[in-house]
């Protein structure tokens, strides 16, 4: 977990690499639907570009249709999801359809002038339609407002592994390989 820009993409993709465990983003899901205009990506598309985010029943169906592609002794990486109360309640209940459960919570931790800066480094590189200005703080409120008590919720249950999200690439995979195993 961690907020837009935090490094939760780089740093997954970096344990499917590491670890052989498999990524499953919710944000890279609703852009692959957008790019092939299914469906569910005309539904999606205008919250995206708001920065807000997809309804939960949308999100917590998509995240569902995946687990079931994803092989039992396969470790996944949650990145991006859950990212509401409603979405961890629906988790917990997809943890137990599907056996399997929560081996840790890892919460990268950037802070805010950082994101600014990555954020709109990538709009202007990769020309995100989310990493606009107003987007950008957008995305970083509605983070607050509905991600950050998620959090709070896994600090009470004691299994939240905090990592610094500043610095290189592989300083934070190295740290974050340290947090894993811990
Ligand atoms: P970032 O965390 O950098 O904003 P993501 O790729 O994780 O990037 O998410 C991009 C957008 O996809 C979000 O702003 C939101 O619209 C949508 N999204 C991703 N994950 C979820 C989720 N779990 N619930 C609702 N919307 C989501």
Wanted: charged fraction near 35%; proline fraction near 4%.
């Amino acid at each position: 977990m961690g907020p837009p820009g935090s490094g939760k993409g780089t740093q997954a993709q970096r344990l499917v690499k590491d670890h052989g465990w498999v990524q499953l983003s919710t944000g890279d899901l609703f852009r692959d639907h957008i790019k092939r205009e299914t469906g569910l990506g005309k539904r999606v598309k205008g919250y995206l570009d708001r920065g807000e985010y997809v309804p939960d029943d949308v999100t917590v169906d998509m995240v569902r249709e995946r687990l079931r592609e994803i092989s039992k002794d396969t470790r996944i990486v949650f990145d991006g999801f859950p990212r509401t109360a409603a979405q961890t309640e629906a988790l917990d209940a997809l943890l137990a359809e599907f056996d399997r459960r929560v081996g840790g919570v890892i919460l990268l931790e950037v802070p805010r002038d950082e994101l600014l800066t990555r954020l709109g480094k990538r709009g202007r590189e990769q020309g995100r339609t989310d990493d606009t200005p107003e987007v950008i703080g957008k995305r970083l409120d509605v983070y607050e407002q509905q991600t950050r008590p998620v959090i709070d919720r896994y600090h009470g249950k004691g299994v939240v592994r905090r990592v610094d999200g500043l610095g290189t690439i592989d300083d934070i995979a190295r740290r974050l390989a340290a947090a894993a195993e811990a």
